[in-house]
């Protein structure tokens, strides 16, 4: 198991394959979810070092998996980002930033090259 291992959580397959992608070019070992509860299982199962969080989910929204990761003490650098509106994904951001969570708010629709930049950061560095 690779040293960089990256979670992402995105109901749009095609979205989640681009990240699978990108990450993989970059060194990461990736999984990807499409709903909160596989997601949390994932947590458990493959110990991320990166998270990638939709705010907007099927099941559950990207404000409780940030909560949840918070009340877990999560470790790992959390991207959230929100189709259209980084609004949210700065809302997300504030929950996180005053517990101690490493998390950055990404803008969906992103590019290619945002992308690679969010998640070549190197492991134990801020971007």
């Not at 596989?38 to 705010?55: E, G, H, L, R």
């Not at 259209?84 to 929950?95: D, I, P, Q, T, V």
Request: proline share 4%; charged share 25%.
């Amino acid at each position: 198991m690779s040293d960089r291992r990256l979670l992402v959580v995105d109901d749009v397959v095609e979205l989640g394959e681009a990240v699978r992608t990108i990450g993989g070019n970059l060194g990461y070992d990736v999984r990807h979810s499409t709903n909160g509860k596989d997601f949390k299982q994932a947590m458990d199962d493959f110990n991320p070092t990166t998270v990638m969080i939709d705010i907007v989910l099927p099941d559950i929204d990207g404000f409780q998996l940030v909560k949840w990761l918070r009340e877990r003490g999560c470790g790992a650098k959390i991207l959230v980002s929100a189709m259209n509106n980084l609004n949210y994904a700065k809302l997300a951001r504030s929950l996180g930033k005053g517990r101690g969570l490493d998390i950055s708010a990404l803008p969906k629709p992103y590019q290619d090259d945002e992308l690679y930049e969010a998640l070549d950061y190197g492991v134990g560095t801020s971007p």
